[in-house]
């Protein structure tokens, strides 16, 4: 079988394998980008979504900052920002590039009401005019790679993927990013590849990375077949599982398996991922912990028919108590219903 999983450049960013992780809201901290990054297989992260709104009253600006967690080290990160403003995605693109963003990432994808109901998000794919003019006042206001993210339309009548990418293009975006369902589907339903094939056929000098419904290596290696695509995005995937991307692209490039970690591995990666945020993290400790719950519920810590960790889980007020809880569990037996 021929590679699959050729380099590519984004600009001037390498991103080598094609495999990215999804920017996600309460997800994609530093912490989590670099548990990511560290079990391997990840050619290039993006930080959680930005509100280019929120950034220009100091009501909001405070919280939005603490998500500029991205450091020297990490990189490259790429920047999500999302707005309906010209002139404020212009300045929030501004501000994360001076940042240290090397790519800036425009959302044209989420579907939550509170963003599209404004025009953000998936709502500019209702109005084309305003999205190639957001598209076009980024592209002039920075000097790094601009990428755009885009649902498959807004339902099956409005907004096409097709018809964004073509604008995105003209504008002179480094790459599009297909989410292969409609913005009303929310994450709902079977992801249709053939969005993605579509806007491949549609914009054969700009990349497109695929993105929705690959789960393991065998529908990362269906969806690059299928339609074309130079790279995939991963997101829900990868939560409780950022060993994902080194399983595909050891798949991909091999065609042997790798299993993932057994019940104590999977607590010390979860462990890993705890004390990293706590330790590098903006937001206040409280704040911190109440994110981590929600994280790290992902990693299925319990045995089987069991729940116990789970419920100390959402119990856990300290980063006292979540330490006592997971260290125990990295020297746990192994299960013998799972692989290690």
Request: proline share 8%.
């Amino acid at each position: 079988m021929p590679p699959l999983l050729h380099p590519l450049r984004l600009g001037g960013v390498p991103v080598d394998p094609p495999l990215l992780l999804a920017p996600m809201a309460g997800q994609t901290n530093h912490a989590f980008r670099r548990i990511c990054r560290e079990q391997g297989g990840l050619g290039l992260a993006s930080s959680e979504l930005l509100s280019a709104r929120a950034l220009q009253f100091l009501s909001s600006r405070s919280r939005t900052l603490d998500l500029f967690d991205w450091t020297p080290e990490e990189g490259p990160v790429a920047v999500q920002i999302f707005g309906a403003d010209p002139q404020e995605m212009a300045e929030a693109a501004r501000r994360v590039v001076e940042a240290g963003a090397a790519l800036v990432d425009l959302n044209m994808g989420c579907w939550v009401p509170k963003v599209a109901r404004q025009g953000g998000g998936a709502g500019l794919m209702r109005d084309p005019t305003r999205a190639a003019r957001v598209l076009q006042a980024v592209v002039e206001a920075v000097e790094v790679p601009v990428t755009v993210k885009v649902r498959a339309g807004w339902d099956a009548r409005t907004g096409s993927a097709v018809e964004i990418a073509r604008l995105a293009a003209d504008c002179g975006v480094a790459a599009v990013t297909v989410h292969a369902r409609h913005a009303v589907q929310g994450f709902s339903g079977r992801a249709d590849w053939q969005a993605i094939t579509e806007v491949v056929r549609a914009i054969p000098a700009v990349p497109v990375i695929g993105n929705g419904d690959v789960t393991c290596p065998a529908e990362a290696r269906g969806m690059l077949l299928q339609t074309g695509c130079a790279g995939l995005m991963i997101g829900r995937a990868a939560l409780g599982a950022p060993w994902i991307f080194r399983q595909i692209e050891h798949e991909l490039r091999t065609g042997e398996p790798l299993p993932g970690p057994g019940l104590a591995g999977r607590a010390a990666v979860a462990l890993q991922q705890a004390r990293c945020l706590l330790a590098t993290t903006r937001m206040p400790a409280r704040r911190a912990i109440r994110e981590l719950r929600g994280q790290l519920l992902h990693y299925s810590l319990d045995l089987p028919g069991q729940t116990r960790v789970r419920e100390a889980l959402v119990r856990v007020e300290t980063p006292e108590e979540l330490d006592a809880l997971l260290a125990p569990l990295t020297t746990s037996r192994p299960d013998p219903n799972r692989p290690d």
